[in-house]
């Protein structure tokens, strides 16, 4: 066989470890030009550097080994577009994420407290509601709550009812603790829709809420939360009881997200008696 490579010169040709050559051999996405049958002993051809090249390439980016084997195997141009595509824009999200979150540890250090938030105390009546009930884990929820406020609204829309208020979600303290917990959406509304598919109705508890808006998206809510339990905790005010959220601007209304409001209530002793 002519321009062969034993795995050790093939492994410094292309910067790829002999385990890891080893590995892609067993899974099939870099198969040796020739094994010996006796020893086992691997040779790789020249022309398969490019190969090793572009794997290399291609998980200095992180992309799925199966995903590397579709575009090596793939039998025309345009599958092979795709997956990288795919890849390429789970990589442009990986980064804006990342922008956000050290755009955010930026302004926890240089502002490790914000007491600019007003907190306000307000007392809020029971009201009927259309809502959906499910068990989520906290990674999850974010996704889960935008599909429920969507099928809540459309629901009454569909029905021809009028909301009575904003949105809203009660999240049960496991759902922070354990990371899977109880997740409610409501939309208050009278009268009551049929129950249609997940959406059931319920009359939302009266409750006495210390209350804060967070502006933006939920990238950085857990500062608002903080800055909420710091102020009841230091005036003797919490009480057990689900956290509420009522989302004055949300998805629904606009897509930009640095316009959005989000209530965020924790539940308090009355603090004066109501007329």
């Known amino acids: 066989m002519n321009s062969v490579l034993s795995i050790g010169d093939f492994s410094r040709a292309t910067h790829l470890s002999v385990k890891m050559l080893r590995h892609y051999h067993e899974i099939g996405l870099l198969e040796p030009a020739d094994v010996d049958a006796g020893s086992g002993y691997r040779r790789y051809a020249?022309?398969?550097i490019v190969t090793a090249q572009i794997i290399r390439r291609f998980r200095d980016l992180e992309m799925p080994l199966e995903d590397i084997h579709v575009v090596?195997?793939?039998?025309?141009?345009?599958?092979?577009?795709?997956?990288?595509?795919s890849h390429l824009a789970r990589l442009e999200s990986s980064l804006a994420r990342t922008r956000e979150t050290v755009a955010s540890l930026r302004g926890l250090l240089d502002r490790p407290r914000d007491s600019s938030v007003p907190v306000?105390?307000?007392?809020?009546?029971a009201a009927p509601a259309a809502v959906i009930t499910d068990t989520v884990g906290k990674a999850d929820v974010v996704a889960w709550y935008r599909g429920a406020m969507g099928e809540v609204a459309a629901t009454l829309s569909a029905q021809g009812i009028s909301p009575a208020g904003p949105l809203g979600g009660i999240f049960d303290t496991e759902l922070f603790t354990e990371d899977r917990g109880r997740a409610t959406i409501f939309l208050p509304c009278d009268p009551l829709p049929q129950p249609v598919g997940r959406v059931g109705t319920t009359v939302i508890p009266p409750a006495e809420l210390a209350t804060i808006v967070h502006l933006g998206s939920s990238t950085e809510v857990d500062r608002t939360y903080g800055a909420l339990a710091g102020y009841v905790t230091r005036y003797e005010l919490a009480a057990d009881g689900p956290?509420?959220?009522?989302?004055?601007?949300?998805?629904?209304?606009?897509?930009?997200?640095?316009?959005w409001q989000t209530e965020v209530c924790w539940p308090i002793f009355q603090t004066r008696p109501r007329p």
């Not at 306000?120 to 009546?125: I, T």
């Open 46 to 48: 020249a022309e398969q």
């Open 72 to 85: 090596l195997q793939a039998p025309d141009v345009e599958t092979r577009n795709r997956v990288i595509v």
């Open 120 to 125: 306000d105390h307000r007392h809020v009546a």
């Open 243 to 259: 956290i509420r959220e009522y989302y004055l601007v949300g998805p629904s209304d606009t897509p930009d997200e640095s316009l």
